[in-house]
Structure formats: structure tokens, C-alpha cells
């Protein structure tokens, strides 16, 4: 089965780090870009950053470039999303997304997508 | 605010047709990039609904249809059921942006 399945709930503290992760199965993992996408409580989606397993090539959204970090680990088909120090701002569920990995290969929409990681940030 | 313009919520019967929009500009739906439509059914994942404009990943009914001109695109549902009550969200790629992946603010479907 084709899909991408994401790391567990977070709570955490402001200032303390944070990897959350996004496993890609069923499908050529390397060559498919996988994008992260934030989503506030109650908010709508925003687009985070994109990045090529193949290569680790990585683009971010200027409003989340300095403010998070992606990587990949394509000997084990993982991509990650990281923050050295959270802020309480950060509460949001986080969502990676394959990008034409099936019904749309050749376009560059997100056909695949993962459950979601919720992580709050309160002291 | 978001780069691509969504009207926040859209109404309609059982059966009825509405459409959505989604209003760009040059430097993203009028370079000719393409626009994707996802639908957000309440505490679950957004979902593919409409790709490259106008094209339906198979399984999603024929009652969504996707269209695009200038710097606009537009979701059109027809026959509206129970189960489309949801957010739906426009999403294409921004030159003015690095070329980075930009969403319209969602609209709400309420189905009276």
C-alpha cells in the first residue's frame, strides 16, 4: 500500500527541539518530493517547505525559511521536519504530502498524504 | 493574509450547484502554473480533489470539475450531497515566492 505515515503527538516546552517524522511506503520513495504543510488550530493550510529524496534538494517558504528545518533519510524513506526551539506559536498539526506520487504523477499537486502530527507547545 | 484568494465559507441545498473561487495573480496562476483543489472533511487530512486544473485522481465523483482562466480557478460542485460539507483549498506555486507552494485561505462548504 502506498502511503505516508507520520510520527506521533507532541507536547512540549517553549525553547526545547523537536524531529517529527514522515515515513513513505509502497511506492519509489527517492523520487517523489515531500512537502510539509502547517495548519493552526482552526486555521487553514500553509505550505512549509519541499524537499527531493533523491538528492536532499530543499526548498523553504520564505515565511518558514530560518524557522524550521527539513531532511530526509532515504536509506530508511524518511523525511523530517525539525525546530531547535519551539515557541508556543508552533501549536499546529503538521502534515508531510507526496507530490505526484500516484493519481497525479506528472503534476505537482499532493496526491498522498499523511495522517497528520499534532504538536503543542505550553509550559 | 493568503496569496491566493478563497471566499471563507459558500451555502447550498441538497442537489443545488456552487462553485468556489480562487483568485491569483501574475506571479502565480497567471504564469500558467497549475491549481489543485484538496478537500478537508472535519479532523482528517486534506485530500487530492481536482489536479493540473481540471483532472479528477480516479474515485472522486464526477460532480467536482475544476476550471482555470487567468489569474483565477474555480471548483465546481454539482448535485451537492450531505457528505460534501467540508473545507476546500486552492493550491498553486508562487515565482514572487522562490517558486514555493501557496494555498488560498480554504472555504467552508455548508450543505443546508
Known amino acids: 500500500e502506498v502511503q505516508l505515515v507520520q510520527s506521533g503527538p507532541e507536547v512540549k516546552k517553549p525553547g526545547e527541539s523537536l524531529k517529527i517524522s514522515c515515513k513513505g511506503s509502497?511506492?519509489?520513495?527517492?523520487?517523489?518530493?515531500i512537502a510539509w504543510v502547517r495548519q493552526m488550530p482552526g486555521k487553514g493550510l500553509e505550505w512549509m517547505g519541499i524537499?527531493?529524496?533523491?538528492?536532499?534538494?530543499?526548498r523553504y517558504s520564505p515565511s518558514f525559511e530560518g524557522q524550521v528545518s527539513i531532511s530526509v533519510d532515504k536509506s530508511i524513506t524518511t523525511a523530517y521536519l525539525q525546530w531547535s526551539s519551539l515557541k508556543p506559536s508552533d501549536t499546529a498539526m503538521y502534515y508531510c504530502?507526496?507530490?505526484?506520487?500516484?493519481?497525479?504523477?506528472?503534476?505537482?499537486?499532493?496526491?498522498?498524504w499523511g495522517q497528520g502530527t499534532f504538536v503543542t507547545v505550553s509550559s | 493574509h493568503s496569496v491566493l484568494t478563497q471566499p471563507p465559507s459558500v451555502s447550498g441545498a441538497p442537489g443545488q450547484r456552487v462553485t468556489i473561487s480562487c483568485t491569483g495573480s501574475?506571479?502565480?496562476?497567471?504564469?500558467?502554473?497549475?491549481v489543485h483543489w484538496y478537500q478537508q472533511l472535519p479532523g482528517t487530512a486534506p485530500k487530492l480533489l481536482i489536479y493540473?486544473?481540471?483532472k479528477r485522481p480516479s474515485g472522486v465523483p464526477d460532480r467536482f470539475s475544476g476550471s482555470r482562466s487567468a489569474t483565477s480557478a474555480s471548483l465546481a460542485i454539482t448535485g451537492l450531497q450531505a457528505e460534501d460539507e467540508a473545507d476546500y483549498y486552492c493550491?498553486?506555486?508562487?515565482?514572487?515566492?522562490?517558486?514555493?507552494?501557496?494555498f488560498g485561505g480554504g472555504t467552508k462548504l455548508t450543505v443546508l
Open positions: 504530502g507526496g507530490r505526484g506520487v500516484g493519481a497525479a504523477q506528472g503534476y505537482d499537486g499532493l496526491d498522498l
Open positions: 509502497g511506492y519509489s520513495f527517492s523520487s517523489y518530493w
Open positions: 524537499i527531493y529524496p533523491g538528492d536532499s534538494d530543499t
Open positions: 501574475s506571479s502565480n496562476i497567471g504564469t500558467g502554473n497549475d
Open positions: 493540473g486544473s481540471n
Open positions: 493550491h498553486s506555486y508562487d515565482s514572487n515566492l522562490s517558486n514555493s507552494g501557496v
